[in-house]
């Protein structure tokens, strides 16, 4: 059948449940959500009394930080009730999601009242991760049955990407083909085939791993600190990293997980593993369960001097006491080294107690996930997809493996008395050594059923530059352009945090250039956890610092130039960002034809925080835009007011959907994609689609209306009420003076029109003359030493 989702039930209205709904909503869906009446509320009272759980959860929910929404207006999709008098509400509803508590009980009786009231054919998921999915089921019509499956979200669910799909020997099989597909492209979500077993694959895998990391901690003799310090973004995992992230989880949660699979799976080879330590049980004895209660593996107090101090928990004397900062050889060695994969062979080559707890932490997980298929998948690509989705490990625990050697690891396995499953041995002994490898771009996987190479599922929709190093067409030392097929090339470059610096805009050029002379256009965007986060300030602290204006007026004159090549080249540039975008990333994509933003990208102006304004052509565009805006029946400055202060407050949007609402992604022009892995793919049908039209070079503007002192003023008088009322620092309102005098087009004495190249002079110069200024030069190193902008 085919099916439309157009409104959605989500009964449950806890965090899962909230933020579920929150979701749903932000994607532009109809949701209904519904919770218990509270005790003791009579039939005839008032909803907002009978409906009071229902919204002061939603009110939580939206309250929290991060958000769960893309922008605060889709609120207004969800609508609130309860189960005694709105179930019949779902009737009008696509898909009904069940989210409450994980008793059983509580959830049969839940879906009895959902067989009066859904449509035959609706869809019935629930986000269990408890209680197996077939159980669930069990007493319900056929018709239920054939539409019910497992759909596991993670929270947050807008930020953590899977969403793991669990059918029965019932569910319908295109039930889960719609499940997989709407996930993916609607929800942006890394959609997991999984197996109904205990914890499915995320957190069975993920569970083992806290375990093991307990494990070895105990025999290493390592604290809290240590281990958190071994096993965070230096290994490819988030800041979180073990003992943080269970505070997040909550400890009951993990316990709670980990005796789960210890019941449920007997035959687990490693289910000793999952036996609870005595201090963890402790820890729930004393109701210390992380964030939820307070405190946990870490406690926040108050210093001597009323300071905010975060304490750690001694797992030896169950006292908290100071954090430590934990210094280890091998550590040292490997941190400066920006490769992930090069650094994971650097760290399992320590010699310290590091490099051991390294070594027997990757022997545990590698042991484990080969028993595992094909117990919790059939295919090894599942596992690595989903902890990458679920547990935001960088890459995943198969591709670990292959990155550190499968025959090398295999045999140091075993003689430190780790064993592997049979299939891993009979892969290397038919000569096949990797479990993936890619071949003309395209990414392949080890299929233990056929023993053959299989093409990973989606690679025509999930582009990944880095699978395409054979089809370099150019390169520098930080940059590469690559030819992705259909005549389309990609330029990707990867440095610190991406920052843009010389190499980066030579880069920039000379794809552009090349793309001219033998492709349809180009797509700008990378594989890295950031897009940009902007201009490379160390060059210009360097350049400031030593007063080499003249070549610090020949550095900004080269970043704009570029900016205006993006915009004025002969083929279509489509840039694909995605995370962090800001400050020369964000001016990059202002000029580009179109803009395929991922959700999550958080996309802004941001030079005001340096002392600086935008100086590579941000500036201008933003004046341009207020111009192409400006209306006869409204006050012209309102338009140049709004994109004046976005610039001033160095505002940045916080999901691509904001970025519409700042100006800075243009409403039936640029567009959004949910799924991050997605975007690429999308630039490149754009670029297509743009040329297949007729694509031609636009015309530079010579008829951007600026509004002089008629404009100016206002704009002063505004800066100096932030100044009075201590909002601005004095050097926040100089700086908020000269983006003023740009945005106005100067001291004209009446509206002018004005071309591109006189903006960019006028922002040029202001740029200049704030990089001679003291305190912009504190700033800079402020944010180059520490990271952290400087108030002056």
Avoid at 210 to 239: H, W, Y
Avoid at 597 to 611: D, F, N, P, R, W
Avoid at 758 to 774: H, K, M, T, V
Wanted: glycine letters at 8%; one cysteine or more.
């Amino acid at each position: 059948m085919k099916r439309t989702i157009k409104k959605v039930a989500v009964l449950g209205s806890g965090v899962m449940g909230s933020r579920i709904a929150c979701h749903f909503a932000g994607i532009g869906v109809q949701v209904l959500l519904l919770d218990i009446v509270p005790k003791d509320v009579a039939a005839d009272a008032k909803p907002a009394a009978r409906n009071k759980i229902v919204n002061d959860a939603l009110t939580a929910a939206i309250k929290s930080n991060p958000s769960p929404v893309y922008t605060k207006g889709v609120i207004k999709r969800i609508t609130t009730g309860n189960f005694d008098d709105n179930m019949k509400d779902i009737a009008a509803c696509d898909w009904i999601i069940e989210v409450v508590i994980e008793k059983l009980d509580i959830k049969q009786k839940i879906y009895e009242q959902v067989e009066k009231y859904r449509k035959p054919g609706t869809l019935i998921t629930s986000n269990t991760s408890g209680i197996p999915i077939n159980i669930l089921s069990q007493g319900r019509s056929e018709d239920f049955k054939k539409n019910f499956c497992g759909t596991h979200f993670f929270n947050p669910p807008r930020y953590l990407r899977l969403l793991e799909i669990i059918p029965t020997k019932d569910t319908d099989p295109e039930v889960v083909d719609f499940l997989m597909h709407y996930g993916d492209l609607y929800l942006g979500k890394t959609t997991v085939l999984a197996k109904d077993t205990p914890a499915f694959i995320a957190n069975r895998i993920g569970v083992f791993g806290i375990m093991a990391i307990f494990n070895s901690m105990q025999k290493l003799g390592l604290g809290v600190d240590e281990i958190d310090a071994l096993t965070g973004p230096i290994i490819g995992r988030p800041k979180s990293a073990t003992f943080r992230t269970a505070d997040v989880v909550g400890i009951d949660t993990l316990v709670k997980v980990a005796k789960g699979v210890a019941e449920n799976c007997p035959n687990d080879e490693a289910k000793n593993i999952f036996t609870i330590p005595e201090w963890l049980d402790k820890m729930i004895a004393n109701n210390w369960l992380g964030d939820k209660t307070g405190q946990g593996f870490f406690k926040k107090t108050k210093g001597a001097g009323g300071e905010k101090e975060i304490l750690t928990l001694n797992l030896q004397t169950m006292e908290y006491a100071p954090r430590i900062k934990p210094k280890f050889a091998t550590l040292e060695t490997a941190k400066p080294i920006e490769d992930l994969k090069t650094r994971l062979k650097a760290l399992t080559a320590g010699q310290d107690k590091a490099g051991e707890f390294y070594r027997h932490f990757h022997y545990a997980l590698f042991s484990y996930i080969s028993h595992r298929i094909p117990e919790i998948s059939d295919e090894i690509y599942r596992v690595d997809d989903a902890m990458m989705a679920g547990f935001g490990w960088e890459i995943g625990a198969f591709e670990s493996w292959d990155t550190l050697g499968v025959t090398k690891n295999v045999e140091t396995m075993k003689a430190a008395g780790y064993t592997v499953a049979p299939w891993v041995e009979e892969m290397l002994a038919a000569g096949n050594k990797s479990f993936y490898k890619v071949e003309n771009g395209k990414r392949l996987y080890y299929d233990v059923a056929s023993k053959s190479y299989k093409p990973t599922p989606g690679g025509d929709a999930f582009i990944i530059l880095n699978n395409y190093k054979e089809k370099i067409v150019w390169k520098n030392g930080n940059a590469a352009l690559y030819d992705i097929g259909d005549d389309v090339a990609a330029l990707q470059w990867n440095t610190k945090m991406n920052s843009i610096g010389s190499e980066v805009l030579e880069a920039m050029n000379k794809s552009i250039t090349t793309a001219e002379e033998k492709f349809k256009g180009l797509v700008i965007a990378n594989d890295g956890a950031n897009f940009s986060a902007g201009a490379n300030v160390g060059m210009i602290f360097m350049f400031a610092i030593e007063q080499e204006y003249d070549e610090l007026d020949m550095a900004i004159r080269m970043f704009q130039n570029s900016m205006m090549r993006v915009r004025y080249s002969s083929i279509p540039v489509v840039i694909a960002p995605h995370g962090l975008t800001l400050g020369g990333g964000c001016e990059m994509n202002l000029h580009a034809d179109k803009i395929c933003a991922a959700a999550e990208t958080y996309i802004g102006l941001v030079e005001l925080g340096v002392g600086l304004i935008p100086g590579g052509g941000g500036t201008k565009e933003f004046v341009l835009r207020a111009s192409d805006d400006m209306h006869e029946d409204e006050p012209e400055t309102i338009t140049l007011k709004s994109r004046f202060f976005n610039i001033a407050t160095a505002k940045v949007a916080t999901s691509g959907f904001e970025a519409y609402e700042l100006g800075i992604m243009r409403k039936g022009h640029d567009e959004v994609v949910v799924n991050q892995g997605r975007r690429i793919a999308e630039a490149k049908r754009s670029v297509i689609e743009l040329y297949e039209s007729g694509y031609t070079m636009p015309v530079q503007r010579t008829d951007i209306k600026v509004l002089g002192r008629s404009a100016l003023g206002a704009l002063l008088a505004g800066i100096n009420g932030m100044w009075r009322g201590n909002y601005a620092t004095d050097h926040d309102a100089l700086v908020a003076r000269k983006l003023a005098y740009v945005m106005c087009g100067g001291d004209l004495s009446e509206q002018s029109l004005v071309s591109e190249q006189y903006l960019l002079d006028l922002e040029r110069e202001a740029f200049l003359s704030l990089c001679g200024e003291r305190k912009t030069l504190e700033r800079i190193q402020s944010v180059l030493k520490s990271g952290k902008p400087l108030r002056n």
